[in-house]
């Protein structure tokens, strides 16, 4: 298989980069560095024009119908500039929150860096949130102001988020309790640009995440984390200037906003969106229409190509010199089928949306070892360590652990102090992961410490989807959990015992299932439902997932001495 034409790495030698990395080695890069005036949408912007990248494309988007549409980095600034004094004049303010419910685009991306040039906090909305999932973030963060397009607004209840009093929109329409504005006005008029610079403490995104409980976090981040989606969109991605890159992720999750939007702009590098849901054979014709060479999915993605057999290789992709993954481990089988028919491997990375950025990388400058998460990205410490915060020997099983600061790390978690807190000890950032370091400083994941599910790249909360579940009039109780899957990493499987009287049958599985799915969103949605007789709980009532996960896999159970003496066969009377 003939290998693409591959420029030298960025990141050529990983120790040796590592031994002399400093964050502040790359501040020369960013106009602050000389104005002091922080602004993020600036840098991506009019500072790139400045730089002489006005003429090149930003964002290059391919349609729905198959119609492609460019923006240069000159008109991304201008359009940006004149939403933004829009903004302002209609009363957004420094500080405000601003939600973020669209199809990505590039209208999208226009209209969240006008946000962030107000002073604004974005707060990007996954597309498949249902009404519940949207109203909770919303009134979580208090917004005011919400970009919608036409096709999500029915979605959003409007009377349950009072703090909503001005919709941005795709056109004319009238809601009740809210004024609105099409984008399109927005642009006509001609307003003097008014910026509203920071520092790099400034916030200006709230990524929202599933947390173990049932209300989500929302994680804020600050304006130093520029200074980590630089180094990783250089290290990691590995962009060059010629490069034509895509992200496939949706930006109301951290991937996708961050390594669609951010980190590339600020090289100067051209993002590619293809504007619909995932087809396998589009999405080739899309890299080959495209000349896509970096390539940033998820492993869930990568499976489905291959069991649809896709003819991802050097004929239908011959740009293509430079994939990486994040958002779940990365199957070793994944790596060999990209060598076998394209000639290069998936390069995994990991991170979370607390952490801002990538964190543990494999780099083109360092051997891959199929089923590692790599190593750390030069400037990060990350060790295994025990109960006590106390750092393990190699190739021992333990808690991953980060130690802090580092640019992207979260400022702190909205609304939940406490919870902020949680995340640290002893001057080490706690992941939740479970993971060892073998001799040569490569890391392996090897499971999660909670209950939080990893499906198709995203992160569910098993408790969310309990509590949707049980506020079915038909629903007593419902114990939820992650079942391997050889395509997805994991599907969401719900235990569900019913109310007296109530028929438990296929009728109220998709009942259910429909359920969730307008009131969470379609990722939440149980694959599978098993309607029980009992959920095995401990004596003050929490339900045991791990009992439930333990059967389902037809494993043993573990210690059960907490349960419920009703609920444990070793304690029963019979």
């Given at each position: 298989?003939?290998?693409?034409?591959?420029?030298?790495?960025?990141?050529?030698?990983?120790?040796?980069?590592?031994?002399?990395?400093?964050?502040?080695?790359?501040?020369?890069?960013?106009?602050?560095?000389?104005?002091?005036?922080?602004?993020?949408?600036?840098?991506?912007?009019?500072?790139?024009?400045?730089?002489?990248?006005?003429?090149?494309?930003?964002?290059?988007?391919?349609?729905?119908?198959?119609?492609?549409?460019?923006?240069?980095?000159?008109?991304?600034?201008?359009?940006?500039?004149?939403?933004?004094?829009?903004?302002?004049?209609?009363?957004?303010?420094?500080?405000?929150?601003?939600?973020?419910?669209?199809?990505?685009?590039?209208?999208?991306?226009?209209?969240?860096?006008?946000?962030?040039?107000?002073?604004?906090?974005?707060?990007?909305?996954?597309?498949?949130?249902?009404?519940?999932?949207?109203?909770?973030?919303?009134?979580?963060?208090?917004?005011?102001?919400?970009?919608?397009?036409?096709?999500?607004?029915?979605?959003?209840?409007?009377?349950?988020?009072?703090?909503?009093?001005?919709?941005?929109?795709?056109?004319?329409?009238?809601?009740?309790?809210?004024?609105?504005?099409?984008?399109?006005?927005?642009?006509?008029?001609?307003?003097?640009?008014?910026?509203?610079?920071?520092?790099?403490?400034?916030?200006?995104?709230?990524?929202?995440?599933?947390?173990?409980?049932?209300k989500p976090k929302g994680i804020l981040l600050v304006q130093r984390a520029m200074i980590g989606h630089?180094?990783?969109?250089?290290?990691?991605?590995?962009?060059?200037?010629?490069?034509?890159?895509?992200?496939?992720?949706?930006?109301?999750?951290?991937?996708?906003?961050?390594?669609?939007?951010?980190?590339?702009?600020?090289?100067?590098?051209?993002?590619?969106?293809?504007?619909?849901?995932?087809?396998?054979?589009?999405?080739?014709?899309?890299?080959?229409?495209?000349?896509?060479?970096?390539?940033?999915?998820?492993?869930?993605?990568?499976?489905?190509?291959?069991?649809?057999?896709?003819?991802?290789?050097?004929?239908?992709?011959?740009?293509?010199?430079?994939?990486?993954?994040?958002?779940?481990?990365?199957?070793?089988?994944?790596?060999?089928?990209?060598?076998?028919?394209?000639?290069?491997?998936?390069?995994?990375?990991?991170?979370?949306?607390?952490?801002?950025?990538?964190?543990?990388?494999?780099?083109?400058?360092?051997?891959?070892?199929?089923?590692?998460?790599?190593?750390?990205?030069?400037?990060?410490?990350?060790?295994?360590?025990?109960?006590?915060?106390?750092?393990?020997?190699?190739?021992?099983?333990?808690?991953?652990?980060?130690?802090?600061?580092?640019?992207?790390?979260?400022?702190?978690?909205?609304?939940?102090?406490?919870?902020?807190?949680?995340?640290?000890?002893?001057?080490?950032?706690?992941?939740?992961?479970?993971?060892?370091?073998?001799?040569?400083?490569?890391?392996?994941?090897?499971?999660?410490?909670?209950?939080?599910?990893?499906?198709?790249?995203?992160?569910?909360?098993?408790?969310?989807?309990?509590?949707?579940?049980?506020?079915?009039?038909?629903?007593?109780?419902?114990?939820?959990?992650?079942?391997?899957?050889?395509?997805?990493?994991?599907?969401?499987?719900?235990?569900?015992?019913?109310?007296?009287?109530?028929?438990?049958?296929?009728?109220?599985?998709?009942?259910?299932?429909?359920?969730?799915?307008?009131?969470?969103?379609?990722?939440?949605?149980?694959?599978?439902?098993?309607?029980?007789?009992?959920?095995?709980?401990?004596?003050?009532?929490?339900?045991?997932?791990?009992?439930?996960?333990?059967?389902?896999?037809?494993?043993?159970?573990?210690?059960?001495?907490?349960?419920?003496?009703?609920?444990?066969?070793?304690?029963?009377?019979?």
């Open positions: 298989m003939p290998h693409p034409s591959q420029p030298t790495p960025n990141l050529l030698d990983y120790e040796k980069t590592r031994a002399a990395f400093s964050w502040d080695d790359f501040l020369p890069e960013f106009s602050f560095h000389k104005s002091g005036k922080v602004n993020y949408a600036f840098e991506i912007t009019d500072y790139q024009v400045e730089k002489g990248n006005g003429d090149k494309f930003a964002i290059i988007a391919q349609k729905s119908n198959g119609d492609v549409e460019r923006i240069t980095f000159k008109e991304l600034a201008d359009a940006s500039n004149a939403i933004a004094a829009n903004l302002r004049a209609h009363g957004l303010k420094p500080g405000d929150r601003f939600g973020l419910y669209a199809s990505k685009s590039i209208e999208y991306v226009t209209v969240l860096f006008a946000a962030i040039k107000c002073g604004a906090i974005a707060v990007p909305l996954f597309e498949a949130f249902g009404k519940d999932a949207i109203a909770d973030r919303l009134a979580d963060c208090g917004a005011t102001w919400l970009y919608v397009n036409d096709r999500l607004v029915k979605n959003v209840d409007f009377a349950s988020n009072p703090t909503v009093k001005d919709v941005l929109c795709d056109s004319a329409i009238s809601i009740p309790g809210v004024t609105t504005h099409p984008v399109a006005d927005f642009l006509k008029e001609d307003k003097t640009p008014m910026i509203v610079f920071g520092d790099l403490e400034t916030p200006f995104i709230i990524h929202y995440t599933s947390g173990s409980t049932a630089l180094v990783t969109a250089r290290y990691v991605l590995d962009l060059h200037p010629e490069d034509k890159y895509w992200n496939t992720g949706d930006p109301g999750w951290v991937t996708g906003m961050v390594y669609n939007f951010f980190a590339p702009l600020l090289l100067g590098v051209a993002a590619h969106i293809y504007e619909g849901p995932f087809q396998p054979m589009e999405w080739t014709n899309f890299m080959s229409r495209f000349g896509i060479t970096v390539w940033y999915s998820t492993p869930t993605a990568f499976r489905l190509l291959r069991y649809y057999g896709v003819p991802i290789n050097s004929e239908n992709t011959p740009a293509l010199r430079h994939i990486v993954s994040a958002g779940e481990p990365l199957n070793p089988s994944l790596i060999d089928w990209t060598m076998e028919n394209v000639g290069i491997p998936i390069h995994d990375s990991w991170y979370m949306t607390e952490n801002g950025h990538q964190l543990i990388n494999n780099y083109r400058a360092i051997p891959i070892r199929k089923g590692s998460m790599g190593k750390p990205l030069p400037g990060i410490r990350a060790a295994i360590i025990d109960e006590k915060a106390q750092e393990l020997p190699a190739n021992t099983k333990g808690r991953l652990a980060v130690k802090t600061p580092w640019p992207g790390l979260m400022k702190t978690v909205w609304n939940n102090p406490a919870k902020f807190d949680s995340y640290f000890e002893d001057g080490w950032y706690i992941s939740g992961d479970m993971a060892y370091q073998d001799r040569d400083g490569y890391f392996w994941f090897q499971g999660r410490e909670d209950d939080m599910i990893k499906s198709a790249a995203e992160r569910i909360s098993p408790f969310e989807i309990e509590s949707a579940l049980v506020a079915h009039p038909k629903v007593a109780e419902a114990g939820v959990i992650g079942k391997p899957h050889d395509l997805y990493g994991n599907i969401v499987k719900a235990f569900v015992l019913v109310k007296p009287g109530v028929v438990a049958d296929d009728t109220l599985k998709t009942e259910l299932q429909r359920y969730v799915r307008e009131t969470l969103a379609a990722h939440e949605v149980p694959r599978e439902i098993e309607f029980v007789e009992k959920l095995p709980k401990t004596r003050s009532g929490k339900i045991m997932r791990r009992v439930l996960r333990a059967r389902e896999m037809n494993e043993s159970t573990g210690d059960l001495s907490t349960m419920d003496v009703e609920m444990n066969p070793e304690k029963s009377e019979d």
